[in-house]
C-alpha cells in the first residue's frame, strides 16, 4: 500500500507564499501520477494540480501562474510551491498519487492552508 503524508500547511497574509511537501511510501513512486487536491469549507473537492511521471504537469484555471507542482524521484516526495496566495486559496489540500493505467486513488490526510486578507 502506498501512504502518503503532507506538510507545510498553515497561515499566510494574502500575496505571501507557502511550499507544500508529500512524501510517500513504497518503491514505485516513479510510475505514479501525483497530484494536488483542495477543498473549502461547504465545497466539493477539486483539482489544484497534476504531474506524471514523464514530469507533465497541468494546473487549474485559478492557480495558473501563481503555483508550480513539482517530485523528487530519489526521494519519494511532491510538492506544491504557492505564490501570490488569496483568501479563496483557503482550503485543506490534499496530495494524491494514482499509477498510470490502474484506477487505484491514494490519498494524504490533508494540511490546512488559510490566507488571510
Known amino acids: 500500500q502506498v501512504q502518503l503524508v503532507e506538510s507545510g500547511g498553515g497561515l499566510v497574509q494574502a500575496g505571501g507564499s507557502l511550499r507544500l511537501s508529500c512524501a510517500a511510501s513504497?518503491?514505485?513512486?516513479?510510475?505514479?501520477?501525483m497530484g494536488w487536491y483542495r477543498q473549502a469549507p461547504g465545497k466539493q473537492r477539486e483539482l489544484v494540480a497534476t504531474?506524471?511521471?514523464?514530469?507533465?504537469?497541468d494546473y487549474a484555471d485559478s492557480v495558473k501562474g501563481r503555483f508550480t507542482i513539482s517530485r523528487d524521484n530519489a526521494k519519494n516526495t511532491a510538492s506544491l510551491q504557492m505564490n501570490s496566495l488569496q483568501p479563496e486559496d483557503t482550503a485543506v489540500y490534499y496530495c494524491?498519487?494514482?499509477?498510470?493505467?490502474?484506477?487505484?486513488?491514494?490519498w494524504g490526510q490533508g494540511t490546512q492552508v488559510t490566507v488571510s486578507s
Open positions: 494524491h498519487a494514482r499509477y498510470s493505467f490502474y484506477p487505484k486513488d491514494y
Open positions: 513504497g518503491s514505485t513512486f516513479s510510475i505514479m501520477n
Open positions: 504531474v506524471s511521471g514523464g514530469g507533465t504537469t
